[in-house]
Structures are given as structure tokens and as C-alpha cells.
């Protein structure tokens, strides 16, 4: 030491053989005790060190939780995203053997004062859990945090399903020959979109019509990907087993035609992203004086919409300012007035980006189809499930279809249309007649 003093550390050796201190001691006698009990701790099985307790919340997650932690690249990413939003700037600086049950549901609070949904307090607290457990498991903490905090309950949500009328109008308005290929393979097949997009010539046997699904494609931020780069190809689906269907002949001889017309080989994609820049939307801007006007503005004046001016001095962001702004901006460009830029090329290794056919292809498609309600693609996977047990299809071969992992998941899907409630009404009605009948009996007796 820097005073002359003697100092004596305690060593002794781990599980795997490798030499660890435990401490640093002014006399040797101190040292000795500190090295017995440590050995004597491994042969309780107390290996812990309490010291690693003191590490705070942030350093154990970044530096150890996180990295090794073996989770799918999209919970990785998930939990990175929620971890920096909600979780860090709380209890990232706080030591683990420090935070307690307390502190999770004061966490909890502070998330509902912020206006979070339930949804993402419980995907808060079920991260957290998993930290904590390993935490515990590892003889970091001896206390688990999480245990006996509630959250706020998700309610279910009834499925909203999409009927054959609805599925015909969009069907009818989507823009190419792919696009209603793609979405019709969807519907008769119920895939999830990271499977749809994945599906190359040979998972299909053209001559049975026999579909085998044993591959999805996931969508990350370059960050969270192994290459850097957008896509990620797993070899195995959602549920992590192979799964066959049958196609409809009407529906493969259509895919066989897809697959000639493209001159694809055995391993090329059935659905490729184009490969072109986007061409520049130009659209005619309805007469300003029948649209209405904006909401007032920081200085309470009001313009009308479609204008530049209900755009830039009313802050306006309704689709009819914006397409007056794109074509002004599209009429300076042309003049030379503005750098020419060319449309945005598509981010994609030949995968379909989920977002990029949602806004260019899908929802163009619902409007021109007159539809008022949002559809989402997955929409398309519950109506599969829906109309097929609708029409009779037994529960456990929708279930196989679809690779779910609980026929109580499959179940959700049954009496799900408009339609469903009928013989329920029709019964109800029956019964009502036959009380009335009664009724009417009793009063001509008298």
C-alpha cells in the first residue's frame, strides 16, 4: 500500500476452478476467514456473491441480462425499446438488491399517470419480471420485486371479422395481378404475413397442392440485426414446427401461372417487392370552398382546408392539405424551381416490407373499396379461421391449418360473424311466438 501497511486478500477458488477474492483484509487473519467462508458458502451451494447485488438495475441489464439472455431477435428488439422508454430512466440507476415491490408499484402508478395503455404496463411489468427472475436465480437478489404487483387489466377485444362481401370489394380494388394473388393465398391459407412473404416455389407441390410452411421472415432495425441489415429468414415458423395445408386447385393453378409468367426458380420468392423507385404521387385537390375550414390556430384564425396556407399557417395535416402541399411542392420540382428528387427506393432484399404494402397497397385498396373501418393483413388470418368453422370445418384440423399451439386459441374464432347470433335470435323469437300464442289463448277462453 501507498502508506506502508500490509494488506492480505482473501482467495479462493469458484466452481469452474478460476481464482476470485473475496476481499482485501489488514490482518491475515481476517483474510483466512473470509476465503473459509466463501469456500464454505460454494459448498452449501451458496454461490451468489452479495456483492453483485450492488450493481445497479442499468449496468445488470446492459451488461449482462440483456446479452445473454436467449430470446427471437424481435423480442430483443421489443425489449430493448421498452427497457430505454419506460424501465431505465426509472429504475436504472437504483443498486438490484435495493429495488423493491414498492418501487415496482410506484412504477406502475407513474406509468398510468402518463396516460401508458395496459397493454404496455403489462409488457413492462412481464420484462421485468424476467430480469428479476434471473436475477434471483442467479444469486444476485434474494427477493423478487415483481411478486404480488398487479396491473391493470387488458380486456379482450371481440374479433371484428371480415366478411366474403367485404373481402370481394377490397379484393376487386387492390392495384395489380400480385398484390390479389398475395392477398387471396392469404385468406385461403390463413399464414401470418412474416410466413406469406417467405413462401418460395418449392414449399409448394404444385401436382397436390400440398403447402408446407417451415419458414417466416421478421422485419428489425439494422441495429438489432445480425448483418445489419432490414430482413431476418428463420428456419422455422412462429410456433417452431413444420406445418402442411392444402390449397385449392383454383388457387394453385393461379399460383402455377404466377410462377411461369416470372420464369422463378426453386428457391426464388412467390412475392418480390418492386424493385423500382416509387413514382411520385400527383393528386387533384378537390375545390377548396366545399371542404370546410380548419381548426383555429395558436392565434385563433382558420383557413380553408386543401390550401397551402390551411397547411403551413394552420398547421393542418388532414389528407387534403397535404396532397395540396405534395402538389406544390411536385409543380416547383417540375419548374426547377427545387432540387428534383426521385421517389424513395425500397429498403428490401426482395421481401415485401410490412409497412411499405400496408400504406401503398393495402389501404389505398380499402378506401377505393369504400370500406369505413380499419382491416389490418392479419385480419385476413381470423377470417380464414372464421369461415371455415363457419362452415363446418372440424376444430382441430383449423387448428393444425393455422399452427396454433392451444385448440382454446382456435376456439376464439368460433361464432364470430354477423351471422353468428342468428339462431340465437331465431330461437328467441320461437319462444316469444309461443308465449304470445299463449297469451292470446288465455284472453279469448275468457
Known sequence: MGDGAVRYTALYRDLRGRQRSAGTFTTEKQAD???????????????GNPRRGRQTFRAYVEGEWLPNHVIEATTRQCYTYVLNRHLLPELGPMRMAEIMPSHVRELVTELQVSGASPYTIAKCRTILSAIFTTALNDQIIFLHPCKGVKTPPVP???????????????????????????????IESGLRWGELVELRVRDLDLATGILTVSRTVVELSPKHHPTRGRFLAKDYPKDKEFRRLKLGAQLVAKINAHIAAGGLGPDSLLFTAPTSPA???????????????????????????GT?????????????????YAVYRANRRAEGKDDPRLGRALDTDGHIPRA????SVWKPALDAAG?????????????????????????????????HGSIRTTERYLHTLPTADETA???????????SSKVSLETVKR
Open 33 to 47: 476467514r473470509a476465503w473459509q467462508r466463501a469456500e464454505a458458502r460454494l459448498a452449501e451451494g451458496r454461490v
Open 425 to 435: 335470435l331465431k330461437a328467441l323469437r320461437k319462444i316469444r311466438k309461443q308465449s
Open 356 to 359: 411499405w404494402f400496408r400504406t
Open 308 to 324: 397551402l396556407t390551411g397547411y403551413s399557417l394552420g398547421r393542418c395535416r388532414c389528407q387534403h392539405c397535404r396532397d395540396a
Open 279 to 305: 413514382a411520385p404521387r400527383l393528386v387533384a385537390v378537390p375545390d377548396p370552398d366545399t371542404l370546410g375550414r380548419t381548426e383555429p390556430n395558436a392565434a385563433g384564425r382558420r383557413y380553408r382546408h
Open 371 to 403: 370500406i369505413d373501418r380499419t382491416i389490418r393483413m392479419r385480419d385476413l388470418r381470423h377470417a380464414h379461421a372464421s369461415w371455415l368453422l363457419a362452415g363446418g370445418a372440424d376444430l382441430q384440423v383449423v387448428k393444425e391449418r393455422l399452427g
Open 156 to 186: 379482450a377485444k371481440p374479433l371484428e371479422i371480415v366478411t366474403p362481401e367485404q373481402f370481394d370489394l377490397i379484393y376487386g380494388a387492390l392495384p395489380d395481378a400480385q398484390a390479389q394473388l398475395l392477398v387471396e393465398t392469404a
